[in-house]
């Protein structure tokens, strides 16, 4: 895969990729919107747990598959407070590394549960 930035538009405004490019004949996994619920089905407490069990849960998603955070090629964040977003930052940087996947985030009303604060969901491919 490639992650690029092309010349002459502005650089990206946080840790992400303007473009993904992903070759022919690659291996897609398209991972539902995970949100910070823990095995037991209990929600987690604050933003940066609810962040960590979301990541948790997404690591989990690709190693099922025999993928992992740098075959990520999209990401879709949805917070519902901007407020949240250093902490969910950090959290989100914790997985990725120095790895850059294109990237959109939204900020949202609210999401399935009342006291879900964040959800992301994940595009990953593999050249196997």
Not at 28 to 38: D, E
Request: aromatic share 8%; proline share 7%; hydrophobic share 45%.
């Amino acid at each position: 895969m490639t992650f690029s930035n092309p010349e002459g538009m502005a650089p990206p405004l946080a840790h992400y990729s303007h473009v993904a490019e992903v070759p022919a004949g690659a291996r897609w996994l398209v991972i539902s919107g995970q949100v910070g619920v823990r095995p037991d089905g209990s929600i987690a407490e604050g933003i940066t747990e609810q962040s960590e069990w979301t990541w948790r849960n997404l690591v989990t998603c690709l190693q099922a598959a025999g993928m992992g955070v740098t075959d990520i090629v999209k990401i879709g964040h949805f917070l519902v407070h901007p407020a949240d977003f250093p902490a969910y930052a950090e959290v989100r940087s914790g997985y990725l590394g120095a790895h850059k996947p294109a990237s959109t985030l939204l900020y949202v009303q609210g999401l399935v549960k009342p006291e879900l604060r964040v959800e992301v969901e994940v595009t990953a491919a593999r050249l196997d």
